[in-house]
């Protein structure tokens, strides 16, 4: 299940509509020609945008973190896997990965079966999520994206419904509750974005 994670336990769902977008500052122009010329900054972070359904019948918990993280805290986030990548996924133990900070790739250790590239992964140690952009079903070098932000040493993969994003509530949510008939809670959208 995907939501924001609280005390070992996710507390609200992440529902449709949902996005996960990536943002990486870039400059872009055209010339009288029309040729254009795009200028990148080797920064990245992933952001979310989705409806949440509170998972406590009075969405305390959920309130409660709002309110308490608001726009300063960081927050945990199950992030979504791609359905397609879940349907493939047929790797069940533990992975390991070395890389060089900045590098673009990874080399693997130890699949036990298929990891579906677009599978969003992490690092035990590490908090940064990145995106497979080649399938995993063997030991070797794979890409990914954005580049290591830091050297990886046989570092455990989560690969399944455990990568957990460390995030900021975005700054133009409000941070409260609306109230339907005295009974529902809704606290409407939510936008999340990972804290690099």
Not at 78 to 95: C, H, L
Not at 129 to 145: E, K, P, Q
Not at 152 to 180: K, P, R
């Amino acid at each position: 299940m995907y939501g924001i994670y609280d005390g070992g336990v996710v507390i609200a769902q992440l529902a449709a509509p949902m996005m996960v977008r990536s943002n990486t500052p870039i400059f872009a122009s055209d010339t009288l020609s029309l040729k254009r010329y795009v200028n990148t900054r080797p920064s990245q972070r992933w952001e979310i945008e989705s409806n949440i359904v509170p998972l406590t019948s009075g969405a305390s918990d959920l309130m409660v973190n709002m309110v308490t993280k608001g726009y300063t805290e960081t927050l945990q986030i199950v992030i979504p896997q791609i359905i397609d990548a879940q349907r493939r996924r047929t790797a069940t133990t533990g992975v390991t990965a070395s890389g060089n900070i900045n590098g673009t790739s990874i080399t693997i250790s130890n699949p036990s079966g298929l990891i579906p590239k677009g599978s969003f992964v992490n690092f035990v140690g590490h908090s940064k999520v990145y995106m497979l952009r080649d399938d995993i079903s063997s030991a070797g070098v794979v890409n990914i994206y954005p580049a290591l932000q830091d050297t990886l040493v046989n570092a455990s993969m989560y690969y399944q419904e455990d990568v957990l994003m460390d995030c900021y509530y975005e700054t133009d949510i409000a941070m409260g509750m609306s109230f339907i008939d005295g009974i529902l809670m809704d606290p409407g959208s939510m936008k999340f974005v990972e804290a690099v």
